[in-house]
């Protein structure tokens, strides 16, 4: 049972850390600029990175922002597009399948690092 307990609050641990470090600590100018700056996609990533290097690691905190920088290459490209075609469920669905993607892999690599 107290593995069980372990892994339930490592999950909760990863998913609050991926609000902050997606949500919280991205700008405004990350948010519009990274679907056409690859600076701007670098910068997100870098910022992301933060709080997960304090509590995971160097080593799962480098594996999960290259995740995040390929993840949200494609993603923030697809809804850049959907939201200038005002394809408003689609752009929002691709927005739940980015989390869902983040979500997965930094489940994953905490798994496979474990």
């Known amino acids: 049972m107290r593995d069980g307990k ?18 919280v600590l991205q700008s405004n100018k990350m948010a ?7 600076l701007w996609l670098t910068n997100h990533v870098v910022w992301y990175m933060v ?6 690691g160097v ?8 995740l995040h920088f ?9 809804t850049s597009h959907l939201w200038k075609k005002q394809e408003v469920h689609w752009f929002f669905v ?5 989390q ?4 997965t892999t930094l489940i994953l690599t905490y798994n496979l690092l474990s």
């Open 6 to 23: 372990i892994m339930t609050n490592t999950i909760l641990i990863l998913i609050w850390l991926h609000f902050i470090a997606d949500f």
């Open 94 to 98: 691709t927005i739940g399948l980015d």
């Open 51 to 56: 709080p997960f290097i304090f509590v995971f």
């Open 32 to 38: 519009t600029r990274k679907s056409t700056s690859w």
């Open 70 to 78: 390929i993840t949200d290459a494609v993603t923030s490209r697809v």
């Open 59 to 66: 080593q799962f905190t480098l594996i999960n922002g290259a």
């Open 100 to 103: 869902a993607i983040h979500l």
